[in-house]
């Protein structure tokens, strides 16, 4: 494998949050060139994270980095460095840190019980429809509703019985 690409090949699995988690994040220049600023973020690993913000950061810059999710005591605070930094639109910025050390699977894992880690592989799209199930190996027929599915397989319904 070639540096680049080796460069580029992910070694943990990264995870969506949820957009309606109740997270914040805030990335500390450490040379201060910036004030405090408040990012969005996007997706998390134990080797880094990828944030939106209003403010540009350069390729290689340190920064340290606390993420909150609110009303828990489910905290990161970690130290990382600056990968890349793209602009999205004339307001925004994306930006991929690389945290230094990596974090332990212990906090991503205390993330996911908070219920803002996205860990399914394929976008779920949120529907609510009625339909009707039948159980396997069952006659009888009852009403549910689909909560969601992922047109590559796979949904999430609502039923009254187990």
Not at 57 to 77: F, G, P, S, W, Y
Not at 84 to 90: E, F
Not at 124 to 133: F, G, K, N, V, Y
Request: with cysteine.
């Amino acid at each position: 494998m070639s540096s680049l690409a080796h460069s580029l090949w992910r070694r943990s699995p990264r995870y969506r949050i949820k957009q309606n988690a109740d997270v914040t994040a805030t990335i500390v220049t450490v040379d201060r060139t910036a004030e405090d600023i408040k990012a969005e973020i996007v997706d998390i690993s134990i080797g880094g994270a990828k944030f939106r913000t209003t403010t540009a950061l350069r390729a290689k810059q340190i920064v340290a980095v606390r993420i909150e999710v609110r009303n828990t005591r489910h905290a990161i605070e970690a130290s990382g460095e600056v990968c890349w930094s793209a602009p999205i639109d004339s307001d925004y910025w994306c930006l991929g840190c690389a945290f230094k050390p990596n974090l332990s699977e212990d906090v991503l894992d205390h993330f996911a019980e908070a219920g803002v880690l996205e860990r399914r592989l394929r976008h779920r799209e949120p529907i609510s429809l009625p339909a009707t199930a039948r159980w396997e190996l069952k006659s009888e027929q009852f009403p549910v509703r689909l909560l969601d599915y992922s047109s590559e397989g796979g949904f999430c319904l609502l039923s009254p019985s187990p």
